[in-house]
């Protein structure tokens, strides 16, 4: 199937979005951050803090994202809950790729890039081992564009 396919996923409304964005950061704040990560598990992606510079304000930014790992290197999707434009986070690592993430398990600094090619579609395929049901191509179809993948690799130090 491509990212072209007819079916239309139901997705929940913007508002209900932008609510549960904002409900899981508080939640991980208000826990010290006992709730709120996860790794990844057969049907469930991963839950990580991704760390960002503000690209016009330079002022530090944070994400709760859905990710999974792929060797050394952390994979996310650059959606924006399905909706039109491209995340925040993803438009502050175009201009500043030095990054870090908090993860189950530890912190780590990353440098960002976006997979092309034959890379891009194993790691789009691999969304689909996260997500029970629909697939990823069936949610693309909610979008114009294609959706980015972000590919963090780890940096020393």
């Keep these: 199937m491509s990212e072209t396919a007819?079916?239309?996923?139901?997705?929940?409304?913007?508002?209900?979005?932008?609510?549960?964005?904002?409900?899981?950061?508080?939640?991980?704040?208000?826990?010290g951050g006992r709730f709120g990560l996860a790794r990844p598990r057969p049907g469930k992606y991963g839950m990580l803090r991704l760390h960002t510079v503000g690209r016009r304000s330079g002022k530090p930014r944070v994400a709760i994202l859905a990710y999974f790992e792929d060797g050394p290197n952390v994979i996310l999707m650059a959606m924006n809950g399905w909706a039109e434009p491209h995340p925040a986070w993803w438009l502050n690592l175009r201009a500043h790729p030095e990054a870090s993430v908090d993860m189950p398990g530890g912190s780590r600094r990353v440098r960002a890039r976006e997979a092309q090619g034959v890379e891009r579609e194993r790691l789009w395929a691999g969304w689909d081992a996260y997500e029970d049901g629909t697939s990823m191509d069936d949610y693309a179809t909610l979008r114009a564009k294609r959706t980015p993948v972000i590919v963090l690799e780890p940096v020393a130090g």
């Design 6 to 31: 007819s079916t239309h996923p139901r997705v929940p409304p913007r508002w209900f979005i932008r609510t549960a964005w904002v409900v899981h950061r508080g939640l991980y704040a208000i826990t």
